[in-house]
C-alpha cells in the first residue's frame, strides 16, 4: 500500500486534466517567455515538471536544449509527444508524480514549471523534488497564478462550491505559488538569487459566457465541480453566473487579460 495520503487527490486529478489540450493554444506565448526568463540555451539539460501538452519543452528543445518533461496525466502526454514530432524534437516524455521525480541528483541544469508545479499537494515536497534534480548553480523557473488576479479569484469561487477536503491535511492552494512572499519563504536559504516578474496571458473570446463554456470542459478543477453539481441545477446556474461575473472583469475587446507571476532563482 502506498504511504503516500494524496494518492486518490492525484488519480482524480489525473483524470480532471486529460481535457486539457485545447486550451494549450492560450499558453503558448506565456511558454516562450518562461523559457526566456530562466535563461535557456542550447545544450542545457532542462526538465518541465508539470508539461501538459508540451509547450514549454517543445519551446525549449527547439533552441537546442536537451528536454525531458514529465506529466502525471497520459492523455497530455500523448498530445505533448504528437506535437514534439511535428516540431521535429526529440524530447523524452514520461508520466509521473512532481512529489516524487524519477531522476537522479543534480541532474538538470534548469527545472521549470508552467502552472504545473503548483497544483502539487503539498508544496515543501514538490520543491524539494525539484531542487533536488537541479544541480548546484542551476536555475529553477516558474510561471503561476496569483491569489489577488484572475485565477486567483476563480480558484476561490471554485473552493466555495467544492465540499470540504477529507483528511487532516487539505492539499495547499494553487495560487498561493504565486504570492512572491509566500515563495520566498518556501525557497528559503536553499537558493541565491530570487527575482520576480509579471506577465500577461492573451485569451481571445468572443464574450464571458464563451470562456465559460469552454472552461468547463476543459479546465481541470472546473470540469470536476460542473460535473459533481449537474444533479443540483440552481446550484449549477450560481457557479455560472459568479464565473462570468469574474471574467467580465478581464474581458475587453474581444479577449482576456490574465497577469500571471515569474519566479527564477539559482539552486545554492
Known amino acids: 500500500m502506498s504511504s503516500d495520503p494524496f494518492v486518490q487527490f492525484k488519480a482524480a486529478q489525473r483524470e480532471a486534466w486529460s481535457a486539457f489540450a485545447p486550451l494549450e493554444i492560450f499558453t503558448t506565448m506565456p511558454a516562450a517567455r518562461l523559457v526566456r526568463f530562466a535563461g535557456i540555451a542550447k545544450g542545457d539539460r532542462v526538465l518541465d515538471v508539470g508539461c501538459g501538452t508540451g509547450v514549454v519543452s517543445i519551446t525549449a528543445a527547439r533552441i537546442g536544449a536537451v528536454v525531458q518533461g514529465l506529466d502525471l496525466t497520459p492523455a497530455l502526454l500523448d498530445r505533448a509527444r504528437k506535437s514534439a514530432a511535428i516540431a521535429e524534437v526529440e524530447i523524452a516524455f514520461v508520466e509521473g508524480d512532481a512529489e516524487a521525480l524519477p531522476y537522479p541528483n543534480d541532474a538538470f541544469d534548469v527545472v521549470v514549471s508552467q502552472f504545473g508545479h503548483m497544483f502539487a499537494p503539498r ?3 514538490a520543491l524539494g523534488e525539484m531542487l533536488r534534480v537541479l544541480r548546484p548553480g542551476g536555475r529553477i523557473a516558474f510561471a503561476t497564478w496569483p491569489p489577488e488576479l ?14 470540504a477536503p477529507a483528511g487532516p491535511t487539505p ?38 459566457k464563451h ?36 471574467l467580465e472583469v478581464i474581458f475587453a475587446d474581444n ?3 490574465q497577469g500571471y507571476l515569474l519566479s527564477r532563482a539559482t539552486k545554492k
Not at 472546473?222 to 455560472?240: F, G, I, N, Y
Request: proline residues 13%.
Open 211 to 246: 470562456s465559460r463554456a469552454m472552461l468547463e470542459p476543459t479546465f481541470g478543477p472546473l470540469t470536476k465541480l460542473v460535473a459533481m453539481l449537474e444533479s443540483d441545477q440552481p446550484r449549477l446556474a450560481r457557479l455560472r453566473a459568479e464565473l462570468e461575473k469574474q
Open 171 to 208: 492539499p495547499a492552494p494553487p495560487p498561493l505559488w504565486g504570492d512572491p512572499h509566500v515563495v520566498r519563504e518556501r525557497f528559503g536559504s536553499a537558493v541565491t538569487d530570487l527575482v520576480f516578474d509579471r506577465d500577461m496571458m492573451i485569451s481571445p473570446s468572443l464574450s464571458p
Open 123 to 125: 508544496p515543501e515536497v
Open 255 to 257: 479577449h482576456l487579460k
Open 150 to 163: 484572475h485565477m486567483g479569484a476563480m480558484f476561490s469561487i471554485i473552493a466555495r462550491y467544492l465540499p
